[in-house]
């Protein structure tokens, strides 16, 4: 029988698995394995410029095309730089195979040169890693690492490759089938158990369903629309869930949680039947866990069962992929009696609709209508912070739009990266990254990259000269402290105790131009329109769009860690009246704990009349306030 060496038949194995790009960084210990790839052409090579970097954008390749990402990368730094990456796609759920380079096995344990334990480093954040030991079981353990990177709940999957073992010859048999003693993934629904939750759901006077990211990943949209325009039950939709239902269909209410709409977070908190698909419940969408959806009965489908009952206790669990689960569901519901829920959450859409305050300047809004607007079909991609939260509020997601972003471990830096690894694996498609000036410069080195493979993404950088979504809760909660936040502060500043501030660095525009790129800088909202225009006609090259964003704008609503869904801070929304003490916590009085917490009660229980402010929007709210004050 033929014999070849370990890097041939990862090679071999790699075509086999129907691998078109692999995101790489060569290094010593992987360089046979670099050279045995020159010799072919099938699979395609993208040469980032930092190993974090390139695991994003195999990352989000792997979002947007439904197939596996996998990565080559060196041992030692090069294997510990993937770890932010590998973390991301395993609190997101996304099939990886990352391949590392390791020393020799008989200097593994020796300190030697560039040698870390890197399975035992991302023991916790991958769903399966392993050393090859032995050059017989090369064939096997890949073959397996895309089959459990792919099933169940998908995730990354790391193999630590000692240079010593690829060099030797073995067999050139690469397996075909796959069996993982312990490992079987379940793929079927338990029909009493969804029966008994549709029951449920028939007898509920206020349902309501959460669609977690879980909906998405399993591309269930399509039946699940199909299933709540049968039942006529209302939708919230965590982030990572958006577009699981179009944003413009008329059951959709919009995404829960700290930056939750009003109505959604209402919804959760009067509902009687909570029927969740694909979400982990975490305390972004939670708040204080007893105080959740303190009035429903729980459903809940994941496919993972570690997931079930962790955080939120549930009445009716089902182990079940979502969309497996969700086409059974279309067989069997019925149309429920839901005209006066409806008319409930209409009223709280109209109460506190979501919006921006104008200010009369160009703000982020103007941008997000911009793309509405002008972008029917494309990948929105964004990094972490201010700019994600309100995308996730306001850029409309429907059948022909896909957001992406880090949404389970909040990675800065995931914004450029990704949208590469979006635009490789959808060539055909607009892709637009919005990021903040921070997360943009995380990772700003892949300029190169995007302009080596000629790709026309179109890069909004909203510059607040901040790290905007730290220093909202600075604003917030902390007094106006803004410390660590402000992106020109250095030497000069504190030589002046922050009188005086340089120039911001870099001049993004000039830095596009440097790589390659194109840079256009927009400081009012009537130029937004012929900036995208300006960038759509770059057919080969990145598009940077700086867009220059008053640091005062917020995102809303907001809740303060530790709140309930219902203590939402709503900003300049009708009805609304806000006490802010000295040191800049504010106390929404239209949430239920203000109800708990009157104007009276805190004058009449102080010694002294605590210093405080008393925010009122409205006109009329104003006089009420000042009649109650005037009357003492």
């Not at 190993?51 to 792997?62: G, I, M, S």
């Not at 019925?334 to 506190?352: G, M, R, V, Y």
């Not at 909004?460 to 909202?472: A, H, K």
């Not at 030589?495 to 501030?501: A, K, M, N, Q």
Request: net charge negative; proline share 5%.
């Amino acid at each position: 029988m033929k014999q070849i060496t370990g890097n041939k038949l990862l090679v071999k194995a790699l075509k086999e698995e129907g691998v078109e790009y692999l995101f790489g960084y060569p290094g010593a210990c992987t360089i046979d394995i670099s050279d045995e790839l020159y010799k072919q052409d099938e699979i395609k090579i993208v040469l980032p410029r930092h190993e974090q970097a390139l695991v994003h954008e195999a990352d989000a390749y792997a979002r947007t095309t439904g197939k596996v990402g996998v990565c080559l990368v060196t041992s030692g730094p090069g294997a510990t730089n993937l770890v932010t990456g590998l973390a991301t796609a395993n609190y997101d759920s996304v099939p990886l195979v990352c391949f590392t380079g390791q020393v020799p096995r008989h200097l593994i344990g020796n300190d030697a040169f560039q040698e870390v334990d890197i399975v035992g480093i991302t023991r916790s954040i991958t769903k399966y890693g392993v050393t090859v030991r032995n050059r017989e079981d090369l064939g096997r353990i890949i073959k397996e690492a895309f089959y459990i990177a792919r099933t169940g709940k998908p995730g990354p999957v790391l193999i630590d490759l000692p240079k010593d073992v690829m060099a030797e010859f073995g067999s050139a048999e690469y397996p075909k089938n796959v069996n993982i003693r312990g490992y079987k993934p379940n793929t079927s629904v338990h029909i009493g158990q969804l029966k008994r939750a549709l029951k449920m759901l028939s007898k509920a006077k206020r349902p309501l369903f959460l669609a977690g990211g879980g909906v998405n990943i399993a591309h269930a949209q399509e039946v699940f629309r199909e299933v709540v325009e049968k039942t006529q039950v209302p939708v919230v939709t965590t982030v990572m869930g958006r577009g699981a239902i179009s944003t413009k269909h008329p059951l959709f209410i919009g995404n829960l949680g700290m930056h939750g709409a009003y109505a959604a977070n209402m919804a959760v908190s009067e509902c009687d039947l909570l029927f969740s698909i694909g979400t982990r419940f975490n305390d972004r969408i939670t708040g204080k866990l007893h105080e959740f959806a303190p009035h429903a009965q729980i459903v809940h489908i994941d496919i993972d069962t570690a997931s079930i009952s962790r955080n939120i206790h549930v009445d009716i669990p089902i182990v079940a992929d979502a969309k497996e689960a969700i086409t059974k569901m279309a067989e069997y519901v019925e149309p429920c009696s839901t005209s006066k829920w409806l008319a409930q959450i209409d009223a709280w859409k109209n109460e506190h609709p979501l919006t921006m305050r104008p200010n009369g300047v160009m703000g982020p809004l103007d941008i997000f209508n911009a793309i509405n607007e002008q972008f029917d079909d494309a990948i929105i991609v964004t990094d972490v912070g201010q700019h994600q939260m309100l995308t996730s509020q306001y850029v409309d997601i429907t059948e022909n739009r896909q957001i992406i972003m880090s949404g389970g471990l909040g990675t800065m830096g995931y914004g450029l990266p990704g949208a590469i690894g979006a635009k490789i694996g959808n060539p055909d498609k607009p892709v637009i990254a919005i990021s903040g000036d921070g997360g943009m410069q995380m990772n700003i080195q892949e300029l190169a990259t995007a302009v080596l493979e000629e790709l026309p993404v179109i890069l909004c950088i909203f510059n607040n000269e901040y790290l905007g979504m730290v220093r909202q809760w600075q604003k917030l909660f902390y007094g106006k402290r803004y410390s660590m936040t402000n992106l020109r502060a250095g030497a000069l500043s504190r030589r002046t105790d922050g009188e005086e501030y340089p120039e911001y660095t870099p001049n993004f525009i000039k830095l596009a131009e440097s790589y390659g790129a194109k840079g256009i800088r927009v400081m009012k909202k009537e130029d937004i329109a012929a900036a995208f225009e300006e960038a759509k006609k770059n057919i080969k090259t990145p598009t940077i769009i700086e867009f220059i964003i008053d640091p005062e704008e917020m995102v809303y609503p907001m809740i303060k860690p530790g709140g309930t869904l219902e203590d939402m801070i709503m900003d300049c929304c009708s009805g609304q009246v806000e006490l802010v003490t000295a040191d800049g916590d504010r106390l929404n009085l239209k949430s239920k704990l203000c109800q708990l917490v009157s104007l009276s009660t805190i004058f009449e229980s102080a010694s002294t009349i605590p210093e405080m402010e008393i925010i009122a929007h409205e006109a009329e709210d104003s006089r009420k306030i000042m009649d109650y004050l005037m009357r003492g």
